[in-house]
C-alpha cells in the first residue's frame, strides 16, 4: 500500500521528529510511504484569520503534491479538517464568487483521500496493537478539529491503549480546548493562558508524566507553558509513542 | 413608502427571487419521533406522575368516590380560606369542603384575585414525557389570571384519557385561537447562584390530581 | 434522575436579557453617539452607558481588553465556571433522553431556513392572522423607530409605568431609556433581570444573567435599592436565596398587580395562526402577559415560524437546551386577544434593526436561526473565562460574537473584535440546537474584516475596506503565502532556523507581537534539521 505523508509545516520545520516516527511507524506496519516535496502549508491559519484568498494558492499547491496517490496521511487534526472540510468550502465560495469550479474539483478530489494518522492507523489498516513499547504513564489530550470535526472518537485512546508498558490515564475535562486556536493564542492572549493554564493543571492532576496529543500545535502552545512550570510533565505527539518501541525508543 | 414595505423589500432583495413557498418546500423531513417509547395507559399515567414529582408538584391519585374528601383535604392542609372556583367546574368535586368559593367575575379584579388562598381546576391535557399541565381556557379552568395569581394551585387530570405521551401528540388537540398556558411544575427560579427556589410570581404549590375512573 | 438533587437550570425566561437601568449599547446608525464611558472595571463587569435607541458599540472596549480584565477576577471565574459547568452537565442529560435528537436538531435547521428563504411571504401572513384575531401589527426598521412606536403606544394609554419581562430586542433597541426619556417607568420583573435594574448593572449571560452577584451583594442591593422602586425589602433580609425571591415576590406582586401595560418580546410567533409564544420559569411572564390591559410585544421577524405544528420541534429542543429541563414551568400561548381573558388590546412590533442585513449574508444568515438557548454560552471556554460582558452586547458568547458583528456592523472596536474572541473549538456548534456553524460564520466574518468585501448596511449593499488595524498582519500573510508557495524558499527558510538554534540563538522573549507568545509561553526550539532534510538524507527522496 502507497501512502503520501502530508507532514505539515510545523512539523516539518520544529517537529521533524513527529515526520520520522510517522515514517518508521508505517513503514514497520508495511506501508510505502512517499513525502511529495512540493507540499508546504495547507494554509489553516491563514484562513481561520479570515485570509480566504491568501490560502488558495496553498489549495492548489496541495492537490497538486497529493495529486495521484490513494491515502494522505497527516499526523495533524487540524490539518486534517483543513484539506477536507475547509478546502472544498474555499472551492465553493470560489465558484459562488463566479470565479469558476476549478479549486472546488481540486478540493472534492482530494478531501476524501486524506487521513488523520489515528484514523489511517484504524479505519484502513484496521488495527490498534501497532506494536509499540513506551513504559510511561499517559494521558491524552483529543484536540478539537480531532473531536468535534474528524470524530476520531476513542481511535487514538484505543491505539494508546494497546502500547506495551503504557499506562493510560484519563484527562478531566479532556475536551475542552486547550485555548491555541491558531491565532487566537495572540489575539486574545490572555484567555487563551487562562485556558491552557486550567488544561495543564488538569493534567498535572492525573500525575502522568507524558501528556500525549495528535496535533503539535496544541502541543507547542501547552508545552510552552509547561516549560516555564518546571512541571515532571513533557507533551508528545502520539505518532512517536506509537513508533517508539524496545529498540527504537522515543526521545 | 411605508417602513413594511421597505422590511419586506430588503428582504426580497436579501433572498435574491421572493417568491411564496412551493407545496412541497413546505415540507420539512419531520422524521424525529412522535414519542419516545410506546406504554399502556398506566404507564403513561404513571410516566406523567413522575415527572410532575421530579419537577416538584405534588402528585395525588383518586377515583370519583375519594375525590371531594382529597380536595377537602388539600385545600384544608394548607389552612385555605378561601378558593376561587371556574364557572364549569364540576360542583361536585367540591362537595367536599366548606371552603368559601369566590366565582371568578369579568370585573374581579387582580388584587381581589391575590387575596384568595387557592384555586382548583380542570386542564386541557397533559404530556407525559415532559410533565405537562396544559390549560386552554375552558369553563372547567377559567381564565388566565385566577391560575396564576393565588399562591396555591389545585388541578385535576382525568387520566388516562387526558394523558398523551409527547408534544407532537399534543399541539394538534390544542386550538391556538384560545390562550393556551403549558404548566411544568410550580413557578421556580435559580437566578441567585444558581440555588433552586419554588415559587417566585406563579403558584408555589402545585397539587395535581389524577383522577382515575371508578 | 432524582428528584431532588435536580435543581432545574436557571429560572426564567430565556426569551432576552433585562436592561440594564444603565447600560447598554447598540446600533449607532445615524444616531447619536454621545453617551457611553463603559470601561472594563477591576471587576470584570462594564458600566456601559445605555441611551434610547440602542447600544452604543462605541462605550465598549475591545474584546481582549475586557477579557483581560474579567480573567484577572477569581470570584467572577468562579461563578462562571459554576454555573456554566452545572448546566451543561445538565443539558448532556436532557438531551440525551432523546434519542431523536439528531433529527429534531435537523428539523428545527430546516423549518428556520425554509422560514429566512420566504421571510416576506411568512410575515405577511403572521400580520394578517394576527390582525384577524383583534390585535395590531407595527414595523420597525430599526431601534430609533421600535422605540418611537412603543413610545406612543404607552403614551396613548395615559400610564406612566409598564411591566415588562425578559426580552432581548428590548434590550438591543434600549427601549427602557427610550420610556425613561419619555417619563414612562420600565420596570424589570425577571428576578435576575430586577438585580441587574437595581444595581445599574449590565447581564452576562443569557439565561442568568446576574450570575456574576454573588447572594451577599443581592441582598446588599436589595436593602439599600428596593425601596426606592417601590416596596422596600423586609428589614431583616438574609442572603439565602429563597429569602431573596420573596423578597423579589413582594416587590414585584404590587407592580404586576396595578400595572396596566405590559412589554414582552417572544420566543416565537406562528404564521398561519398568528399565535405567540413565551416560555419561562417564574411565571413574572404569565403575569406581564395576562394582567394588563395593554400588551406591546416587541419581536424580531426572524422568530416566525410558519405553522402550529413547527412547535412540536422548538418545544422540545428550547427548554432542554436552555435550562436543561424536558419542559419549563411556564409557557403562555396567545392569539390577538380573548374576550375576557387577559388584555383587551394588543400590539405586536416587528423589529428589523439589522436583521435584513444579516438576511442578506449567505454565510452569515444562519446566524437568524438562533432560538437564544444560551447553551453556546454554557460549553464556550472563551465564554466561561471573558464573561459575558466582555461581548459589549446585549448578546454574549459565541451566538453573540456572530450576531452583533452583523446587527450593528463592525466599524467599532468591539464589533470588528468579535469574531475573534474564539478559538474555533467548535463546541458551540456541537450543542446548537438549529445547527448554526458558528465557526464557519466567525471566519467568514473574519475574513469581512481582515480582507474587506461586500456587505449590506441599512437595506444597501456596499463594499467595506479592510481594517486598518490588519495592516501589517496583512503583508506578514501575504508575505508568508508567498514563502510557502515555493518549496525551496520554504526549504531554505527551514535551514536558517536550524542554523541559527546550532548558533545558540534560542530566545525567551520575543518582540512585537510575537510579544504575546512569550509572555506565557515559551517557544518551540528549532530542530538540528527540518523534516525534508531528514527525508533526503534518509530516504533519498
Known sequence: ????????????????????????????????????????????????????????????????????????VTPSGSCAAMLREHYPRIGRRAAAEGRGSELAELADALAPRVYELTEFLVDVLGVTDVGAYFPHTVTYHP???????????????????????????????????????????????????????DKLRHARATGAEVLCGADNSCLTHLGGMLRRQDAPLRTLHIAEILAATQEEPAR | MTTKDRILGRIRRAVGDARPPAAAEGGIARDYLLQHGHRTPAERVDLLAAHLAEYRARVHRADPDGLPALLGRLLAEPGARTVVVPPGLPEWWLSGTDVTRVRDEASTTAHELDRVDSVVTGCALAVAE?????LDGSP?????????????????????????????????????????????????TSDIELDRVEGVHGPRTLDVVLLGPE | MTTDGRGRGGGRAFLGMPRARVGGGGRAAGEDRAAG?????????????????????????????????????????????????????????????????????????????????????????????????????????????????????????????????????????????????????????????????????RPSHILVPAIHRNRAEIRDLFRTEMGRWGRPAPADLDDTPAALAEAARLHLREKFLRAKVGISGANFMVAETGTLVVVESEGNGRMCLTLPETLISVVGIEKVVPTFRDLEIFLQTLPRSSTAERMNPYTTMWTGTTDGDGPSAFHLVLLDNGRTDTLADEVGRQALRCIRCSACLNVCPVYERAGGHAYGSVYPGPIGAVL???????????????????????????????????????????????????????????????????????AAVRAARR????????????????????????????????????????????PAEPFRDWWARERGG
Open chain 1, 1 to 72: 500500500m502507497r501512502v503520501a505523508l502530508f507532514v505539515t509545516c510545523v512539523n516539518d520545520a520544529l517537529y521533524p521528529a513527529t515526520g520520522v516516527a510517522v515514517v518508521r511507524l508505517l513503514e514497520r506496519l508495511g506501508v510505502d510511504v512517499d513525502f511529495p516535496a512540493g507540499q508546504s502549508c495547507c494554509g489553516q491559519p491563514q484562513y481561520n484569520t479570515g485570509y480566504r484568498y491568501e490560502t488558495e494558492p496553498l489549495l492548489r499547491r496541495t492537490a497538486a503534491a497529493f495529486a495521484g496517490y490513494p491515502y494522505v
Open chain 1, 143 to 197: 484536540s478539537c478539529h480531532g473531536l468535534r470535526s474528524l470524530r476520531l472518537g476513542d481511535r487514538p485512546r484505543r491505539l494508546l491503549a494497546a502500547v506495551k508498558g503504557l499506562d493510560l490515564v484519563e484527562l478531566p475535562q479532556a475536551e475542552e480546548c486547550c485555548g491555541f486556536g491558531g491565532t487566537f493564542a495572540v489575539k486574545n492572549p490572555d484567555v487563551s493562558a487562562a485556558m491552557g493554564a
Open chain 2, 130 to 134: 415532559t410533565g405537562t399541565l396544559v
Open chain 2, 140 to 188: 372547567d379552568q377559567g381564565r388566565r389570571r385566577i391560575t396564576l395569581v393565588p399562591d396555591h394551585h389545585v388541578c385535576v387530570v382525568r387520566v388516562p384519557d387526558q394523558v398523551v405521551d409527547s408534544v407532537p401528540q399534543a399541539l394538534p388537540l390544542l386550538d391556538p385561537a384560545r390562550p393556551l398556558t403549558w404548566i411544568s411544575g410550580p413557578s421556580a
Open chain 3, 37 to 201: 464611558d463603559g470601561r472594563a472595571a477591576g471587576d470584570g463587569r462594564v458600566a456601559g452607558r445605555a441611551r434610547a435607541g440602542g447600544e452604543d458599540p462605541a462605550a465598549f472596549p475591545p474584546f481582549p481588553e475586557a477579557a483581560r480584565a474579567a480573567v484577572r477576577d477569581e470570584r467572577l471565574r468562579a461563578n462562571l465556571r459554576h454555573a456554566t459547568s452545572t448546566i451543561r452537565d445538565k443539558r448532556a442529560r436532557a438531551v440525551g433522553e432523546l434519542a431523536d435528537w439528531d433529527r429534531l436538531r435537523a428539523a428545527g435547521k430546516a423549518v428556520k431556513d425554509h422560514t429566512l428563504r420566504h421571510l416576506d411571504h411568512y410575515l405577511l401572513q403572521l400580520e394578517e392572522a394576527v390582525t384577524a384575531a383583534g390585535g395590531t401589527v407595527h414595523w420597525a426598521a430599526d431601534a430609533a423607530e421600535a422605540c418611537r412606536v412603543v413610545t406612543a403606544l404607552v403614551r396613548a394609554t395615559g400610564e406612566r409605568e409598564v411591566v415588562k419581562v425578559k426580552s432581548m430586542a428590548t434590550q438591543e433597541i434600549g427601549l427602557d431609556e427610550a420610556l425613561e426619556a419619555a417619563g414612562v417607568a420600565a420596570y424589570e420583573t425577571d428576578l435576575a433581570e430586577l438585580i441587574v435594574q437595581l444595581g445599574r448593572d
Open chain 3, 404 to 474: 452583533t458583528p452583523q446587527l450593528r456592523g463592525t466599524d467599532s472596536g468591539i464589533d470588528a473584535s468579535l469574531p475573534f474572541a474564539s478559538t474555533l473549538c467548535g463546541a458551540c456548534y456541537d450543542v446548537c440546537p438549529v445547527a448554526i456553524d458558528i465557526p464557519e460564520v466567525l471566519v467568514h466574518l473574519r475574513e469581512r474584516i481582515v480582507q474587506g468585501g461586500p456587505v449590506t448596511r441599512g437595506g444597501v449593499r456596499v463594499r467595506i475596506r479592510p481594517a486598518r488595524g490588519h495592516a501589517a498582519e496583512r
Open chain 3, 483 to 526: 514563502l510557502l508557495d515555493r518549496p525551496g524558499a520554504l526549504r531554505a527558510g527551514e535551514r536558517l532556523l536550524a542554523r541559527a538554534r546550532r548558533l545558540g540563538f534560542r530566545p525567551h522573549r520575543l518582540p512585537g507581537p510575537g510579544r504575546a507568545w512569550t509572555e506565557t509561553r515559551d517557544l518551540p526550539g528549532a
